[in-house]
């Protein structure tokens, strides 16, 4: 599988959640929050028609100014960020420059519910080694050790990793 902005997104979120998607082993759609994440995005996305699809990757929103992605949460703003970061290097490999807009539909961490980004030189040499350690993480012979963490219980994954 080709590296994409939900792999990156993992990648920060959780290395395992990462391997197990990034080798094909989808457990998403029984998911209830992910279902909820994505009734989200759609009802937000009604009518809009905004959604474009370029090669692997899913923008949600792309204006002449921003490229906008939406998430159900702030919960993990970091792999967020660098999803969209992610998307807005290969939008520039195709010629088309825009700054880079987080919306937050709940906020939990956060009291911001819009979060402005620009790519600059360092963010996409870094995303270069990301890219590179996410090839060799889906290349590995055994899955990455489990987080551990009080979110895994919200996760799609966590019958895999505990049941």
């Known amino acids: 599988m080709r590296v ?14 990462c391997y197990l998607h990034g080798n094909r082993m989808n457990l998403e759609d029984n998911s ?4 909820i994440g994505k009734a ?7 009518g809009d028609n905004s959604e474009i699809a370029i090669e692997n990757i899913r923008l949600d929103k792309l204006t002449k100014e921003y490229l ?4 159900k949460s702030d919960a993990d703003i970091e ?3 660098w999803q969209l970061l992610y998307y807005l290097k290969v939008l ?18 956060s009291n911001k519910k819009t979060v402005i980004l620009e790519l600059t030189d360092e963010e996409e ?20 050790d489990r987080l551990n963490k009080a979110g895994c219980k919200k996760c799609a994954y ?6």
């Open 158 to 163: 966590y019958e895999y990793c505990y049941v």
């Open 68 to 71: 906008t992605e939406v998430k």
């Open 32 to 35: 209830e929050i992910v279902k």
């Open 125 to 144: 040499q870094q995303l270069d080694k990301y890219v590179t350690e996410i090839e060799i993480l889906l290349d590995a012979a055994e899955v990455p």
């Open 92 to 109: 520039k490999e195709k010629g088309v420059e825009r700054k880079g807009k987080l919306e937050f539909i709940e906020k939990n961490i």
């Open 4 to 17: 994409n902005g939900t792999l990156i997104n993992y990648y920060f979120h959780c290395k395992r959640q």
């Open 79 to 81: 792999a967020a960020k």
């Open 40 to 46: 989200l995005h759609e009802e937000r996305a009604q």
